[in-house]
């Protein structure tokens, strides 16, 4: 049965009514589903060469095609909708341009650049694809319920695939199911002050069981995407600008403004690591991810170490590739009172024996949810970056990039979002199940033997 504070208590919160008003009914997923088309045929060149984007990505005729387009305004994106299927769109063309010939292009032609530019500025995000435009902005169902990943579908894909439009979806069904929890949990951060155990005992129990129906979501990957489908068709165009020597992008893109204007951009492609859900997940249970350098991409294995001063870390970075509304979302969540300060500073009584417990299984959810994850990608992209690549594969790229490697180099895969792959997910489980380590060491005044017990098993 869900948390609930009295009205009064809800009520002199302005804070967390504030922040419920930055995210909608289903969480970091729009209220209602995505525009299918743009309704103003003025845009019909931009919908006509999305239409056939898996076919002249298979003919590498994309980049013709896009340099015969007119430049168009974005004055006559009406309502919000249009601005974020604008932004949805010129993503997609984006990553075909770059990605989408027999090596990567590092020039961006007027055409794309300045409405990008612009739909991009008043979405208050990046000119590249993200997290949002791939996945929260890019479904469609037949319900309202956006957590049903049998009713979900992606509206576009690169490849034409059903395997690319799953893997999308079951992103979408994550976050539509997630959603439940968010409203319970910021119930739970507002009863800290009131020093409400049993509420936030509650809240906790309700996100466990959450994140424990995510991870099943994770596990059905394989029902209709076949992984090495997705390493050779559809990684690739996920690929970003920002530590891509290697795939052929030394520098990132120059975004051509034309009349002799323009920038040079590196810019992390579209992850998970973007997804507001999960770090929202890593506010609520307090887990610290220290900085280290496996956010950046390196050659061989360097040991950990810390970020420089004024240094971004990578989940820092990642929130300018949110829509502005999520930042300011997990922003103001970052402010208020800590479920985990709360749980270590609980006298040591029956109600906080009960409250630690639940905070532990938590976040032992959570770090299993995040192992699972890991899991898949060593079955999506580690078993298949050692095998040869098709026939069909396409030209250089982030998936052929580590065929040409050595085999230094190989060990350390690059995601789409520029991240040392393996490691960095690997320090992210870690942090997640020590967070409930820790709270239990507290508990017990037993820090040593937990975290030598926690260093024996990982």
């Given at each position: 049965m869900p948390s609930r504070l009295s009205k009064h208590q809800i009520s002199e919160n302005g804070d967390i009514i504030?922040?419920?008003?930055?995210?909608?009914?289903?969480?970091?997923?729009?209220?209602k589903q995505p525009l299918r088309r743009l309704p103003?045929?003025?845009?019909?060149?931009?919908?006509?060469?999305?239409?056939?984007?898996?076919?002249?990505?298979?003919?590498?005729?994309?980049?013709?095609?896009?340099?015969?387009?007119?430049?168009?305004?974005t004055a006559r994106l009406n309502t919000e909708p249009e601005w974020q299927r604008a932004y949805m769109i010129l993503c997609f063309l984006t990553h075909g341009y770059i990605w989408g010939g027999d090596s990567p292009s590092e020039a961006l032609p007027p055409s794309i650049t300045v409405p990008f530019?612009?739909?991009?500025?008043?979405?208050?995000?990046?000119?590249i694809a993200t997290f949002a435009a791939l996945n929260l902005l890019n479904f469609?169902?037949?319900?309202?319920?956006?957590?049903?990943?049998?009713?979900?579908?992606?509206?576009?894909?690169?490849?034409?695939?059903?395997?690319?439009?799953?893997?999308?979806?079951?992103?979408?069904?994550?976050?539509?199911?997630?959603?439940?929890?968010?409203?319970?949990?910021l119930r739970a951060i507002d009863a800290i002050k009131y020093n409400d155990y049993e509420i936030v005992?509650?809240?906790?129990?309700?996100?466990?069981?959450?994140?424990?129906q995510l991870i099943p979501l994770l596990d059905r990957m394989h029902e209709k995407c076949d992984p090495m489908v997705f390493y050779h068709q559809l990684r690739p165009f996920l690929?970003?600008?920002?530590?891509?020597?290697?795939?052929?992008?030394?520098?990132?893109?120059?975004?051509?403004?034309?009349?002799?204007?323009?920038?040079?951009?590196?810019?992390?492609?579209?992850?998970?690591?973007?997804?507001?859900?999960?770090?929202?997940?890593?506010?609520?249970?307090?887990?610290?991810?220290?900085?280290?350098?496996?956010?950046?991409?390196?050659k061989g294995n360097k040991a950990p170490a810390k970020l420089g001063a004024g240094e971004l870390s990578f989940y820092e970075e990642v929130r300018q590739y949110m829509p502005g509304p999520h930042r300011e979302f997990l922003i103001g969540v970052s402010k208020l009172d800590s479920i985990r300060d709360f749980v270590y500073s609980a006298p040591n009584s029956p109600a906080q024996k009960r409250l630690l417990q639940s905070y532990e299984?938590?976040?032992?959810?959570?770090?299993?949810?995040?192992?699972?994850?890991?899991?898949?990608?060593?079955?999506?992209?580690?078993?298949?970056?050692?095998?040869?690549?098709p026939s069909a594969s396409s030209g250089f790229n982030l998936s052929?990039?580590?065929?040409?490697?050595?085999?230094?180099?190989?060990?350390?895969?690059?995601?789409?979002?520029g991240t040392d792959l393996i490691p960095f997910l690997k320090t992210a489980r870690d942090d997640t199940y020590g967070a409930g380590l820790a709270a239990a060491a507290v508990s017990s005044h037993d820090n040593a033997d937990s975290y030598n017990a926690y260093a024996l098993k990982h």
């Open positions: 504030a922040l419920q008003s930055l995210i909608s009914k289903n969480g970091f997923l729009p209220a103003d045929i003025y845009y019909q060149g931009w919908e006509q060469i999305l239409d056939q984007l898996p076919v002249l990505l298979k003919q590498k005729t994309i980049r013709n095609e896009v340099d015969n387009l007119e430049i168009l305004t530019l612009k739909v991009s500025d008043h979405l208050d995000l990046p000119p469609s169902g037949t319900g309202d319920d956006f957590g049903d990943l049998d009713s979900l579908k992606a509206l576009h894909t690169f490849s034409g695939s059903e395997d690319e439009s799953w893997f999308f979806a079951i992103s979408v069904a994550i976050e539509g199911r997630g959603a439940s929890v968010i409203p319970t949990m005992t509650r809240a906790l129990n309700e996100m466990t069981a959450c994140i424990r690929a970003g600008t920002k530590n891509m020597a290697a795939a052929g992008l030394p520098n990132g893109v120059f975004y051509d403004e034309g009349d002799g204007k323009g920038q040079w951009r590196q810019l992390r492609g579209g992850s998970n690591g973007q997804s507001s859900l999960i770090q929202f997940f890593d506010l609520v249970l307090g887990i610290d991810h220290t900085p280290t350098n496996c956010h950046s991409t390196g299984d938590a976040t032992k959810a959570f770090g299993d949810f995040r192992q699972a994850h890991i899991q898949l990608v060593t079955r999506y992209i580690i078993v298949p970056s050692r095998k040869p690549a052929t990039a580590s065929l040409h490697s050595t085999k230094e180099v190989t060990k350390d895969l690059t995601g789409t979002g």
